[in-house]
């Protein structure tokens, strides 16, 4: 089992900037792949950006390259997007995602373990 915590959404205006945190615990030594989910109203979960934990590859959504990074600190056992030129399109509950499997299959059902969400808005 895997506890998700994420933090820092809020509300900006376009352009500017936000770093979400999820931090991590229980059986971590066992995860593989971690991930950012966004999920807007009236549409499905959508993947933005996930990062192999031991190879630090990452895979960004198009809508985000350029303007999103995904990092990690292995050490505090926490996850971070940092979201830049933040648009209204990116108003959205983001979830973080981990899974014990590798990051080639981003389909929000490869992830067993979701936290509660921090919700984005911009305006």
């Known amino acids: 089992q895997v506890q998700l915590v994420e933090s820092g959404g809020g509300s900006v205006e376009a352009g500017g900037s936000l770093k979400l945190s999820c931090v991590a615990s229980?059986?971590?030594?066992?995860?593989?792949?971690m991930g950012w989910f966004r999920q807007a109203a009236g549409k499905e979960r959508e993947a933005v950006a996930s990062?192999?934990?031991?190879?630090?590859?990452?895979y960004y959504d198009d809508s985000a390259k350029g303007r999103f990074t995904i990092s990690k600190d292995n050490a505090k056992n926490t996850l971070y997007l940092q979201m830049n030129s933040l648009k209204p399109e990116d108003s959205a509950m983001h979830y973080c995602?981990?899974?014990?499997?590798?990051?080639?299959?981003?389909?929000?059902?490869?992830?067993?373990?979701w936290g509660q969400g921090t919700q984005v808005t911009v305006s």
């Open positions: 990062i192999h934990i031991r190879s630090d590859e990452t």
């Open positions: 995602a981990a899974s014990f499997g590798y990051c080639n299959n981003m389909a929000p059902g490869a992830f067993g373990y």
């Open positions: 229980g059986d971590t030594d066992s995860t593989r792949c």
